[in-house]
């Protein structure tokens, strides 16, 4: 559901959810879309995403699009063209706090902004950054993944092992779509 907006105006579209959700896949129809109707796209993703490879996001279904894997949120700022009207940006979570301000920024100099990300850690505790930009965008879409345990709509992400650490890549190899009947988030 996208609006048709005034060429000079700027916005931001999110796309969240739980893994396996559909998120990065819809980002890269988006983006699809926005490149046949011979608009100038950029896409960037954070260096940390080093699931599949590092110059394209790539969706669970092997869907991929080009990007730039860039260190930090700043670094989108100093890559993008004069002339690009459309941004893709996926993965949100693992970027810093600044992602926020620069997605802004982006909007505010009439470009669309789409982001991508989860909003729940594996904990089902918010990603702030998911959190704030989902309450400055135009647009928000919340995607829903299927339960890996009973087939219910899920909006959570089980790890299946424990790391320690809030962030962890990974995939199928270590997590899982849950419903909330079946999540057992880890204290």
């Known amino acids: ?64 699009l080009a990007c730039r894997a860039v260190k930090n949120s700043r670094d989108i700022l100093k890559a993008v063209d004069k002339d690009t009207q459309v941004i893709g940006v996926d993965e949100v979570h693992f970027f810093d706090p600044y992602i926020v301000g620069v997605c802004q920024k982006l909007a505010d100099s009439g470009r669309r902004v789409i982001a991508a990300g989860l909003d729940q850690d594996y904990r089902g505790e ?23 345990v009973c087939g219910a709509p899920a909006h959570f992400s089980q790890r299946l092992s ?24 880890e204290k």
């Open 1 to 64: 559901m996208i609006l048709h907006m005034a060429p000079s105006h700027g916005w931001i579209e999110v796309v969240c959810g739980s893994m396996f959700s559909g998120k990065t896949q819809e980002l890269i129809r988006r983006l699809k879309l926005a490149t046949i109707a011979r608009q100038k796209v950029q896409v960037f993703n954070s260096n940390l995403d080093v699931r599949y490879a590092k110059q394209h996001i790539v969706s669970h279904d092997k869907s991929m």
């Open 126 to 148: 918010p990603f702030m950054n998911m959190a704030r930009l989902m309450a400055v965008s135009e647009f928000v879409t919340k995607n829903l993944a299927i339960c890996m």
């Open 162 to 185: 424990e790391s320690g650490r809030r962030i962890e890549v990974g995939a199928g190899d270590k997590y899982e779509a849950r419903c909330r009947k079946c999540f057992t988030p």
